[in-house]
C-alpha cells in the first residue's frame, strides 16, 4: 500500500503520538457518532428547481437528496463556494499585478 504525504509524515511520526484518556476516547466517540445522525425532514421545493437539483445530482452520479444535503451542508459551514465571485476575484487579481 502506498502511503501519500500526508500519512507518511503520520508513519514517520508515530511514536510523538500519544495515547488519549477513556474518559476523552469516549467523548470522542459521541461526538463521532452524533455527527452521523440523520434527521428526515420535509421540504416544499419549486418543481422547476427540484427537476434542475435532480438533473445535478444526475450528472454528479449521486442521488438528489444527498445532493441537497450536501449543499446544505457546505452553506451552513462557510464551505460554499460562488464560482462567479471566484472568477470576478481572480479577473480582478490579474488586472492589479
Same mark, same amino acid.
Not at 80 to 90: E, R
Given at each position: 500500500?502506498?502511503?501519500?504525504?500526508?500519512e507518511? %509524515?503520520i508513519e514517520?511520526?508515530?511514536s510523538?503520538y500519544k495515547s488519549?484518556s *477513556?474518559?476523552?476516547?469516549?467523548?470522542?466517540k %459521541?461526538?463521532?457518532?452524533? #455527527?452521523k445522525e440523520?434527521?428526515s425532514?420535509?421540504l416544499?421545493?419549486?418543481?422547476q428547481?427540484l427537476?434542475?437539483?435532480?438533473?445535478? *445530482?444526475?450528472q454528479?452520479?449521486?442521488?438528489?437528496?444527498?445532493l441537497? %444535503? %450536501?449543499?446544505?451542508?457546505?452553506?451552513?459551514?462557510d464551505q460554499?463556494?460562488?464560482?462567479? #465571485?471566484?472568477?470576478? #476575484?481572480?479577473q480582478?487579481?490579474?488586472y492589479?499585478?
Open positions: 500500500m502506498k502511503l501519500d504525504k500526508y507518511q %509524515s514517520d511520526n508515530i510523538e488519549i *477513556a474518559k476523552k476516547g469516549d467523548k470522542v %459521541s461526538i463521532l457518532k452524533k #455527527s440523520k434527521k425532514v420535509n416544499r421545493v419549486n418543481s428547481d427537476d434542475l437539483i435532480k438533473r445535478k *445530482a444526475e454528479e452520479g449521486i442521488p438528489y437528496q444527498t441537497i %444535503s %450536501s449543499v446544505l451542508h457546505k452553506y451552513i459551514t460554499l463556494v460562488d464560482q462567479k #465571485s471566484i472568477l470576478k #476575484s481572480l480582478l487579481l490579474k492589479n499585478n
